[in-house]
């Protein structure tokens, strides 16, 4: 029987776990070895591999996070600790590798196999959605509907006491999860990196809508933005003159429940890495698009910055 491991690296996004179930269930019924790679690269150099099975994966589809961690690997960078880790992965005949994360990782894996020639597969996992060449990546669903959950219970209080509140969504340098938060929310303004915005134009107008009866504002930003948010309620009391408040979520848009989305998508996206593999698929990235399902190589997942959807910056012109 041949032999297979998964990994994950890089942050951890909820649809981890359901992905690592399907791996081992699917791996069984392709009569493959299943293993389990802890930590990461980290763990692949320290040669924390396991042989797992359905007990290993039993009651894990409905937490966030991942059960076998995740880290991001300094190590990995340099050749000698690769090279230790190629010797783990010979000593127990691991063929193929799977490995959730983002283009840092890919690149990783890439020089990996022009150095040593494992066979692997990327599957996209940051909610951030900011790699190039996929529409999608696992987590996004799920970190999406806490953001809603959490715009949802802040617009209680904004109403409530007359407020503007400025909510700070993460996502580096690309507004993605911010941008549909805001389409889905109805909040008031929209700051992303992606787009060049003058607070000032806003003013004549919000002062106007408080004129006619406009109690609260909810406003959503970006962590990558030029300003940072305090700055931007700061202009809300300032120039606009309603009592303002922060509302930075961080990591927890990173955590929760795996929603039906992401666990459908860590389904197809494992039989998909899994079923490349077997048919000489040897070092890609399978990525989701309008096409559907793609294999793509590293080279263009990871030569350049990824470019928010033409359609969904559009509708921001119009907000």
Known sequence: MKRIAILCSGGDVSGMNPALKHFVEYSLQKDLTPYFIYDGFEGLIDNKIKKVSYCDVSGIINRGGTKIGSARSKRFMQKEYREIAKQNLDALNIEMLVVLGGDGSFRGLDIFYKETGTKFCGIPATIDNDINGTDYSLGVDTALNIIKTSIDAIRDTASSFRRAF???????????????????????LCLIPEKEYDLKSYEDKFKSEIKNGRRYFIAIVSEGIKQDSIEIAKWFEEKIGIESRVSILGHIQRGGNPTIYDRLMAYKFITYAVDGMLDDKNESVICYTKSGFEFKSIEEVTSKTKELDSELLSYLDNT
């Open 166 to 188: 400025v909510i700070e969504t993460m996502g580096r340098d690309c507004g993605y999860l911010a941008l549909v938060s805001h389409l889905t929310s109805g909040s008031e």
